[in-house]
Nanobody, 123 residues
């Protein structure tokens, strides 16, 4: 059983920064890719960023390019999302996801999900 556990969410003022972490545990699992998604109240879950677990390929949603950076520590099986210049519209529950198949921007491209961590950006 693969488990993903997010941490690092919280309340921050607009213009501030947060760093999310996603720790993986469970049976030996080597994902092809991992990503971050977010879901605001009343909205669908949307893609934020993704990275291949091996190599340098990364993808970002247009809304976060230049502000967010996805990274990973393969030795610690941990995924990160550095979020800078946060805006009120970034407020959402942020989910970590892992794929055993491919790097993708679609929710359906990922087969393991964390429980989410709340990020709230005040204006």
């Amino acid at each position: 059983q693969v488990q993903l556990v997010e941490s690092g969410g919280g309340l921050v003022q607009a213009g501030g920064s947060l760093r999310l972490s996603c720790a993986t545990s469970g049976r030996t699992f080597r994902p092809v890719a991992m990503g971050w998604f977010r879901q605001a109240p009343g909205k669908e879950r949307e893609f934020v960023a993704a990275t291949k677990w091996i190599g340098s390929t990364t993808l970002y949603a247009d809304s976060v390019k230049g502000r967010f950076t996805i990274s990973r520590d393969n030795a610690r099986n941990t995924l990160y999302l550095q979020m800078n210049s946060l805006k009120p519209e970034d407020t959402a529950v942020y989910y970590c996801a892992a794929s055993g198949y491919m790097i993708a921007t679609m929710v359906t491209g990922y087969n393991y999900w964390g429980q989410g961590t709340q990020v709230t950006v005040s204006s």
